[in-house]
């Protein structure tokens, strides 16, 4: 009798997903499972073949180009349907607004009003709780989140994780984008949005911390798929039945978001970057590869090992980036007056934008909203591994995320191509940017010369960083739907890998643009949960304010 029939035999509670998952879960050894050892092969093969082909593709981009179009257009077929559904827009005024904008917006702003506008009102609170002022109470008496009383990263440490997965190349070429379509305005309504997305990174973050669970080894699993599934499963009825489904959707669209969106894109960008700075021709295999080797150095460490490169990498780069900028605007600095009133004036005034008023903020709103990705649930399995007794105390950690992300650093990018453009040379108001990197590096280079190479270093640093990070939320919802052990880890990370050289080395926009689907479609399920999940949190947050209340008080 196996472990698995002994347990059931027993009576014991199993987890979902039991039978062919659950066995695979409790495996240590891929000898004992036939279906992991094929598993295996398949994954050796398709690497073999990988960089079997890698010569041929570098010898012959003909080939190379005719296979990646083929495929482009069969999986674009067979995946239209999906993406459109995802991304479907409505008509306001003359331009249409998706859906899924709308619904992150909503899910904002009734988090914002629902918890009392906790994005202002306990922002010095979130800093003091980075800068670990409240530490001591994590050593109190006071009845912990969880039977563990430990996490596997600081609070510092969680956010500058979930920093690397949303800092990155939409800081650098989104915000271009917006500001081609929708003018200067549009960085006045990015800010509004960012600022609002605070308090859904709040809560997400907050249930992610409730609802985790933590092995005998000490390593934690959370996010969405568990605050869903065990969440709305302790109301019981059809809420418990709806929480399993959404929390089976999250996972499967996580995993091939982070495969995507979290890998293969971020991954091209930056070999697309090195090769217009450096001339790297026919070389994306050999990026790739270099890539995959760094990224597989750090992701085997799991959370703990990423937190550790996270933590100084993130810190590094963000202020390499405000360094360029900030010299930028010193350059410039008696045109940044003009550069906010062009900004305000635009925000209300844009007869010369498509779409004019509501052409300007749903661009601003989209740069915000696809950048921080606020309202997504993916920043809640990197905070979930925090070491800390109170799930409050990780919210409100989380909530300075999007601030971060969108209030400074695309802010920052938004000055430096307003003022670069002030002669039309950056870009055209109104008509789109074909190629955003490309309009920022100009930007930098107008007061600069050589800032392009930092950009470079930074549009790198900014795709290595996202990887890493989106590895750890593609694993944790593969480990979900099939199960934890060593062999079904090292299946994932093997896998991701291999997207890495696969996105260095083609150009499948048909599989980043489902990816892109995939992470957004996390959305749906997710807001869901936040909403109902809503009392849940603020009860967390009472808690909490209470503890730090309570203590403040007995102080001298």
């Known amino acids: 009798m196996n472990e698995y029939q002994a347990r059931c035999a027993q009576g014991r509670r199993l987890p979902p997903f039991n039978g062919f998952y659950q066995n695979m879960r409790m495996a240590t050894e891929f000898h004992n499972h036939p279906k992991l050892r094929k598993l295996s092969f398949i994954l050796a093969s398709v690497f073999a073949t990988l960089f079997g082909a890698g010569s041929t593709w570098a010898q012959d981009a003909t080939v190379k180009m005719g296979l990646d179009a083929q495929i482009n257009e069969s ?34 702003l009734f988090a914002t009003l629902y918890f009392g506008f906790v994005n202002f009102r306990h922002f010095s609170t979130s800093i003091r709780v980075v800068l670990g002022h409240f530490d001591a109470m994590e050593d109190s008496e006071e009845p912990a989140i969880d039977d563990k009383e430990h996490g596997e990263v600081s609070h510092f440490q ?9 800092v990155g190349l939409g800081n650098i070429s989104g915000v271009a984008i917006a500001l081609s379509l929708g003018g200067p305005g549009a960085t006045f309504w990015m800010i509004v949005a960012g600022l609002f997305g605070m308090s859904s990174k709040f809560v997400e973050c907050t249930l992610g911390v409730r609802f985790r669970q933590i092995d005998e080894t000490g390593r934690v699993y959370g996010g969405p798929m568990y605050y869903l599934r065990d969440g709305l499963g302790s109301h019981g009825g059809a809420l418990a039945t709806l929480g399993k489904i ?29 090769e217009k700075t450096f001339g790297f021709q026919g070389l994306g295999w050999l990026v790739g590869l270099v890539l995959a080797l760094c990224v597989g ?18 810190p590094a ?16 600095f008696t045109k940044i007056p003009a550069a906010f009133s062009l900004i305000l004036s635009g925000a209300f005034n844009a007869d010369a934008i498509t779409g004019g008023f509501v052409g300007v903020i749903v661009q601003g709103f989209k740069r915000a909203a696809f950048s921080n990705e606020a309202g997504i649930g993916s920043a809640s399995i990197a905070h979930s591994a925090v070491r800390t007794r109170y799930a409050a105390s990780e919210g409100l950690v989380a909530l300075l995320e999007p601030f971060i992300d969108t209030v400074v650093i695309c802010t920052m990018t938004a000055l430096v191509i307003v003022i ?52 750890y939320y593609g694993q944790q919802a593969w ?78």
């Open 75 to 108: 999986f674009g077929y067979a995946t239209a349907p999906v993406v459109n559904a995802v991304f479907y827009s409505i008509r306001m005024a003359d331009v249409r607004v998706p859906v899924v904008l709308i619904v992150l917006l909503a899910g904002a």
């Open 317 to 332: 780069m963000v202020a390499v980036y405000i360094f360029a900028a900030l010299v930028v605007l010193l350059i410039n």
């Open 246 to 274: 959404l929390a089976v959707v999250f996972a499967i669209c996580c995993v091939g978001g982070s495969l995507g969106g979290g890998n293969m894109y971020q991954a091209n960008q930056a070999y697309q970057m090195l």
């Open 158 to 166: 969680a956010l500058t994780a979930a920093l690397s997965g949303t």
């Open 297 to 314: 150095v750090v992701i085997i460490g799991g959370m703990s090992g990423i937190a550790k490169v996270t933590d100084k990498i993130v």
């Open 420 to 471: 670069s453009n002030f002669d039309g040379s950056v870009m055209t108001y109104g008509v789109q940017s074909p190629d955003g990197v490309a309009a920022t590096s100009a930007a930098f280079e107008a007061s600069v010369w050589f800032f392009p190479y930092i950009l470079t270093l930074a549009v790198v640093l900014f795709a290595f960083s996202t990887m890493i990070s989106w590895s």
């Open 479 to 556: 480990t979900f739907l099939f199960g934890r052990g060593a062999a079904i880890n090292y299946a994932y990370k093997a896998l991701f890998c291999i997207c890495v050289v696969i996105g260095a080395s083609s150009k499948l926009e048909a599989v980043i643009n489902f990816s892109d689907a995939m992470i957004f479609a996390m959305m749906f399920p997710n807001m869901i949960g936040l909403i109902i999940l809503s009392p849940v949190v603020r009860r967390e947050l009472q808690d909490y304010l209470a503890v730090i209340n309570n203590t403040e008080s007995m102080q001298p």
